[in-house]
Nanobody
Framework: QVQLVESGGGLVQAGGSLRLSCAASVRTFSAYTMAWFHQAPGKEREFVAAITKSGDNTYYADSVKGRFTISRDNANNTMYLQMNSLKPEDTAVYYC???????????????????WGQGTQVTVSS
């Protein structure tokens, strides 16, 4: 059984920072491509950032480039999303996603991920 658990969400003022964590209960974390998605009320789930199995490459939505940083610690089965300069439009539930054994080059599509966490709420006030 694969389990992904997000943490670190909360309420912050615009311009503030949060660090989200995703703890993965898996045997070989380095076998999984990882990503963050978010979903605001009434909207579809959107890609935020992805990181390859080794952590050598990262990918970001245009809206978060320069503000968010995705990283992973394979020794501790954990992925992170450092969010700086937060804006009210970042308000959403943030989800951790994982795909085992991915060898492709497209990271932004929801259906490519096998496993999902329960989500953590991020609220940014103006």
């Amino acid at each position: 059984q694969v389990q992904l658990v997000e943490s670190g969400g909360g309420l912050v003022q615009a311009g503030g920072s949060l660090r989200l964590s995703c703890a993965a209960s898996v045997r070989t974390f380095s076998a999984y491509t990882m990503a963050w998605f978010h979903q605001a009320p009434g909207k579809e789930r959107e890609f935020v950032a992805a990181i390859t199995k080794s952590g050598d490459n990262t990918y970001y939505a245009d809206s978060v480039k320069g503000r968010f940083t995705i990283s992973r610690d394979n020794a501790n089965n954990t992925m992170y999303l450092q969010m700086n300069s937060l804006k009210p439009e970042d308000t959403a539930v943030y989800y951790c996603a994982a795909r085992i054994g991915y060898r492709g080059t497209v990271y932004t599509q929801n259906y490519r991920y096998n496993y999902w966490g329960q989500g953590t709420q991020v609220t940014v006030s103006s």
